[in-house]
């Protein structure tokens, strides 16, 4: 970390911070991506947080709804709930 952060022309702290980021969840990297994301969930938010390795326990910390696709048996196009 200290090489990069010497290379960059930062501190350490800031690419420890940044480096977390490798592991968010792929449900809030996609909602970032698409400008779904919570309003308060912010890069300052992100990187002041402990985030949890768990992908479910950072979708929990940042209140992401869970949805998932009802199989309508009935012919009729699949309707999301939560």
């Given at each position: ?6 290379k ?40 002041r ?34």
């Amino acid at each position: 970390i200290s090489i990069i952060a010497r290379k960059e022309r930062v501190t350490e702290a800031y690419i420890r911070t940044r480096a977390q980021l490798a592991f968010l969840a792929p449900a809030i990297q996609t909602a970032i991506q698409e400008g779904t994301q919570p309003g308060d969930l912010t890069l300052e938010r992100l990187v002041r947080s402990q985030l949890p390795l768990d992908w479910q326990a950072q979708e929990q910390m940042f209140r992401f709804a869970k949805t998932c696709l009802r199989i309508d048996l009935s012919g009729q196009p699949g309707k999301r709930s939560r």
